[in-house]
């Protein structure tokens, strides 16, 4: 359940805190200790069930996400004394998760009824509303207000009205209560954190990132700060730092699923495949029935060029994930690793495509189905495929290149002649459409009767003369000269130029011997 949804007492002071106490078990939730809190809480009622004791089992219960077992509690806790407003508030934090807002408002009324100079009651009403999905800022404020009124020396209300503020993009607001609830404790690590929060929100990195390594400093067993700088350091790409905070804040917190497979998938993103398969194997001998290990699993296998595995894993996972949790990642992993493992193609690119359609940020993939059909020299779906892309997104000069090349390579020169028609006019000062078109011209008109290829060869060598020569313009530059010396031979019947552009071919390769060949028959040029 994710961590908005907690509502918590959080302590006031660092102090030491007697065992086995309410403050004790709170402080374990804190620092997502939850198995330590249990048996706090578990041990509290053992020697005294009294309703307030039963009370925080069920705020265990329901941090942890068992809402049944939640509900059990708080319905045990109204049993063993109706005049207790914290079960009533414990109700309607399960009947506002589950999004009945009116049963809720009803529970949160009762309790209100019964402990209206309760402090206590107002902060968990606003801290439930507040991490719901229904959230209703200004309602919050009302009801810290209302809190504020009876006990004004509780940092976490100003914390939790400082949220509101936040979620009402009210930033001045915000770190006022932040302040305000340091001024209440200086040592409140969970107000350092607040405000680091309130400063990624604004794009000010530096000023959370010394937020974050104050709170560390104040009290360096205050786990959930090693995770929120772990975050920040990987919004920064230092993912070396990130990993060590995350670690950790693992090594405090407790041994739960959730905290360590999201260090797993950090580990992924580090780009250190074989520590995160390691990890993520480990995990799925202690969770084997958890779905999510083989999605994780299959996507590093992939990236570690271990095909089998990958395709095997993923399709694990696809037979045991419910389809509301497919993404579009899982279709295109699949789809990668069916065609790296030598897969039905067509299979593949459809299961890529998926991808797309979920996703329509990843369209790049569309590219590289192109791509694959062009390297696989199936040229007319690579056509097709990179018609589609440049319908879509205008194209980019690359792959107005290989739509103009799969036409050609496919012996359509008419509709590679206009791709690379559409090339030049994308980008005129570049030598790359005039070859192609150059060299699909010549396709077009192989004896040189309509001269038409003059103009592109011309052009090619104006801009390649403004270029600092390497291997490919030398090549292509080579073949440029072949062609034009062939236009003055066959068309304009000029053997002087015919000659002097053929002498060319052989000063950039004097070992051709074709065009040794031809400059001895440039004078049968008619």
Known sequence: MKKILIFLVLLTSTSVIAQNSIEQGVKYMELEQFGNARRVFTSLIASAPTSENIYYLGEFYLTIGELDSAKAMFDKGISVDAKNGLNYAGLGAIQWIKKDTVEANKNFDQAIAIRKRDAKIYYKIADIILGSEFKNPNKVIALIDRALTYKRDNADYYLVKGDAYLAKNDGNNAVSNYNEA????????????????????????????????????????????????????????????????????????????????????????????????????????????????????????????????????????????????????????????????????????????????????????????????????????????????????????????????????????????????????????????????????VQLDPDYKKGSIKPYCDKYLEIAGQLAEDKRNKKETKEIYMYIGSYYCNFAKDKVQAEANWRKVLEIDPSDKNADAVIKQVADCK
């Open 182 to 441: 340091l001024k209440v404790n200086p040592k409140s690590v969970k107000a350092y954190i607040c405000k680091g929060n309130l400063y990624i929100r604004t794009k000010s990195y530096n000023e959370a990132l010394k937020l974050y390594t104050d709170g560390i400093a104040l009290d360096p067993t205050y786990s959930p700060a090693y995770r929120q700088r772990a975050e920040l350091y990987f919004m920064a790409k230092q993912l070396s730092k990130g990993l060590e905070d995350y670690k950790k804040y693992i090594d405090m917190s407790d041994d739960n699923f959730d905290t360590k497979f999201r260090y797993a998938k950090f580990i992924f993103k580090s780009e250190d495949y074989t520590t995160a398969i390691k990890y993520l194997e480990e995990l799925q001998a202690k969770n084997p029935n958890n779905v999510l290990i083989y999605r994780l699993l299959g996507y590093s296998y992939y990236k570690k060029n271990e095909y089998v595995k990958a395709l095997d894993a993923i399709q694990t996972y696809f037979k045991k994930a419910t389809p509301d949790k497919i993404i579009a990642s899982d279709y295109e992993y699949l789809g990668k690793s069916q065609i790296a493992t030598g897969k039905d193609t067509t299979e593949a690119v459809d299961n890529i495509s998926k991808a797309v359609t979920i996703d329509t940020a990843m369209s790049e993939l569309n590219n590289y189905i192109a791509t694959l059909y062009f390297s696989a020299k199936k040229y007319k779906k690579s056509a097709e495929w990179f018609e589609k892309i440049i319908a879509s997104n205008k194209g980019t000069i690359q792959e107005y290149l290989n739509l103009g090349k799969s036409y050609y390579f496919d012996k359509d020169y008419v509709k590679a002649d206009n791709a690379f028609e559409r090339t030049i006019t994308y980008k005129p000062n570049i030598t790359n459409g005039y070859f192609w078109k150059a060299r699909t011209t």
